[in-house]
């Protein structure tokens, strides 16, 4: 599992307060179901050629009550996503662990989840606006140069 580099929480806490967010954020603290499905691969992300897909991905995020403000910016520093990838029915990687940042402008704003593997061979992104208890938007999953594109809702738990 990656942790966040302390220069990187270092640098957040420098930018902000860690005071409570008066926007209804804390919200976002929490368990979610997350299942995300990718409609599109590019085999190489840097080309603009893609083929059908029809990978998934389940698992659970917990976003930690920590958050770092700087202005309208929450940032939530300690989200862990532990979650299997199936690049195919039947073609699933063993459930992996992820730690993560996710980020939030406030009401009306998409709330931003990224998470990527140790060395950075496989990057999380999912990106939606809140939608009663849950997140419902834009995902990809990227393994080295090859990125699947598609969507992903993540319903909370508690």
Known sequence: MRRLPAAALALAAACGDSTEPGDGSRALVGTYAIEATYT????DARLPATT???ATL???VVVADTSV????LITFPDVRL??????TRGACSPSESYGG???YFGPGSPVTLVFSSIAGARTLHF???PAGDSIVGFAWYQVNNARYDGSFVARKRR
């Open 40 to 43: 599109t691969l590019r085999p």
């Open 52 to 54: 059908p897909a029809t």
């Open 58 to 60: 389940s698992g659970t």
């Open 69 to 72: 403000t700087n202005g309208a």
């Open 82 to 87: 532990t979650a299997a990838f199936c690049a």
């Open 101 to 103: 940042v996710t980020t």
């Open 127 to 129: 990106e939606g606006p």
